[in-house]
């Protein structure tokens, strides 16, 4: 049935009323990131370039998306946090990853904070002393098997050398001690901080441990980070069916699966914004092809599944998987059957960081709800575009700036895990190795995709088109609720999920129901409607 509240909708007006606002030059830069997209031709969109100075951007820092996203979730790892305390602090428990140590004496630093707590006087004469010291301390008191450093803004103002550092402490404690320079500054957004973390990792982690687990169908999971408990739930599905989770990069990970995720056959990506470098890098060092996958969503999760089962072209795997899915079908289809009449014809809006405003699109549509404006705080042009524009993606100075590693394929440990043959023969049967569609593709015709989206922006989004959910984190969370709409957190769930699989979108639709459903938001006044309003103007 078509929605008649989007059909009603008439999404061409705000960009133009939005840039009418901005000083000329920010109105033409904006104008870029901002597009109303049309399926059969996918227009071309600004993104990864710098926020406009003065514009209260959504994004996080290079150190975040290094430390925070790509490291934090592994349990056994010392994260050293080379800077002030608060950098540490904000890192320290904010985010929301879960893990489950097999038993209560394995080693979990996750909820630890490990900082060197610089002072003035580090930074006028320099810290690498104190980075030694509190090494060695860490080692003293844990006896971790890896320590990784990570640099704040001030270690790359003062020019500290960690990597020097991390190379000496190795030497002296005889484990492995790795540095990243992943000032905050560093890139344009936390995206800079995950191509930097990845690339630590294939130089100093990954191939390792020769031998890894046994399995007659052995994958990594790349881009999944344990939101919520969503690899939990990931992890079951997969054991049910039979197929080994060799490493998971990097929700409920230890350093050990990184160092032998080399023997895996598949690498699936989810997030492929954050880890698209590892996938790639992986191939050629050790022939491990890669395939996109979304585990978000009932329809998403089953075709990942199907997916995986015609990578290994197994008749007893591809029996158990439709047997899997045919059982947890029956569960979701009767929530979705409760909930459906009481979502159906809403509209959703979702920015986040660089995939979750694609993949939860899907949940979104089980439920009748449209997703009539989207977009992400950091993605690149692929993300929303499609693999296929990535030789076409001018690379800036900011872009030059983070090191791009070249890898060969290793010479003892590489392995094609398919013939050319087979990889062909595949392909004809639709399967796509090492291609990414991005988010426009599975946008209508004529809805908003945002890039970047500004506070101002956000608000003029609600106050035209007053959505029945808006998607963001934290820092969004209350202005858009005493806008008198509800926010659903997609960066931590709101302390709820998981989200992920199938238990995990019947528990996204109980919640989506309950959210929009509720009649508090219809008892609050914006403050627009309530009180007198003063504008002002720009004069030129
Ligand atoms: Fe990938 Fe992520 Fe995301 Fe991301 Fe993130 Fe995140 Fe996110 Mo917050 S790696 S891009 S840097 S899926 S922390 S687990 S929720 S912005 S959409």
């Known amino acids: 049935m078509p929605n008649k509240k989007v059909v009603d909708l008439d999404l061409t007006q705000w960009k133009e009323e939005v840039l009418k606002v901005y000083p000329a030059k920010v109105a033409k830069k904006r104008a870029k990131s901002i597009v109303l997209t049309e399926p059969d031709s996918i227009p071309t969109i600004q993104a990864n370039v710098r926020t406009i100075p003065g514009i209260i951007t959504q994004r996080g820092c290079t150190y975040a998306g290094c430390k925070g996203v790509v490291l934090g979730p592994t349990r056994d790892i010392v994260n050293l946090v ?27 630093y996750m909820t630890y904070c490990f900082s060197t707590d610089m002072q003035d006087a580090n930074i006028v004469f320099g810290g690498e ?33 960690v990597h020097s550092v991390a190379r000496e402490m190795k030497a002296e404690l005889g484990i492995n001690i790795f540095g990243f320079s992943c000032e905050g500054y560093k890139g344009v957004s936390q995206s800079a901080g995950h191509h930097i973390a990845n690339n630590a990792l294939v130089k100093h982690v990954i191939g390792l441990t020769e031998k890894g687990p046994e399995g007659k169908f052995k994958i990594n999971m790349l881009g999944e980070y344990n939101i919520g408990g969503d690899a939990f739930e990931l992890e079951r599905i997969l054991e049910k069916c039979g197929i080994t989770l060799v490493a998971s990069f990097s929700g409920n990970s230890t350093m050990e699966q990184f160092e032998y995720s080399h023997t895996a056959d598949l690498n699936v990506v989810m997030c492929h914004r954050s880890i698209n470098y590892v996938a790639e890098m992986m191939e050629t060092k050790y022939g491990i092809p890669w395939i996109k996958v979304n585990f978000i969503g009932f329809e998403s999760s089953s075709k990942s599944l199907r997916k995986i089962a015609q990578y290994f072209g197994d008749k007893d795997l591809t029996a158990k998987v439709e047997e899997v899915i045919a059982e947890e079908e029956a569960k979701v289809k009767t929530v979705i059957g409760e909930i459906y009449p009481t979502t159906e014809g809403k509209t959703a809006m979702i920015f986040v960081g660089g995939s979750r405003a694609h993949h939860y699109q899907e949940l979104f549509n089980e439920l009748g709800i449209k997703t009539i404006a989207a977009g992400y705080e950091f993605g690149h042009r692929d993300d929303y575009e499609g693999r296929r524009v990535l030789p076409t993606i001018t690379v800036d100075a900011d872009s030059r700036n983070i090191e791009e590693i070249k890898v060969e394929a290793d010479e003892k440990l590489y392995k094609p895990r398919k013939t050319e043959a087979e990889l062909k023969a595949l392909e004809a049967e639709g399967m796509e190795f090492s291609e990414y569609e991005g988010l426009m593709r599975d946008m209508e015709k004529g809805l908003l995709v945002i890039d970047d989206l500004s506070h101002y922006e956000m608000e003029k989004l609600i106050e035209m088109y007053h959505p029945d959910v808006f998607c963001a984190g934290i820092k969004e969370k209350y202005c858009v609720q005493k806008m008198g709409i509800p926010l659903k957190q997609l960066h931590s769930y709101d302390y709820g999920g998981p989200y992920a699989g199938f238990e995990g979108a019947i528990n996204f639709y109980k919640d989506i129901q309950m959210i929009t459903n509720t009649s508090i938001w219809k008892e609050i006044k914006a403050p627009w409607e309530a009180e007198e309003v003063i504008v002002a103007q720009y004069a030129f």
Do not use: M
């Open 82 to 108: 080379h800077g002030p305390i608060g950098c540490s602090f904000y890192a320290w428990l904010t985010r929301r990853n879960q893990t489950l140590p097999p038993t209560e004496d394995s080693p979990n």
């Open 129 to 161: 002393e104190k980075l030694k010291q509190a090494c060695r301390e860490a080692f003293e008191i844990f006896k971790p098997k890896s320590i990784g450093i990570f640099s704040t803004c001030p270690v790359g103002l003062i020019g500290d050398d």
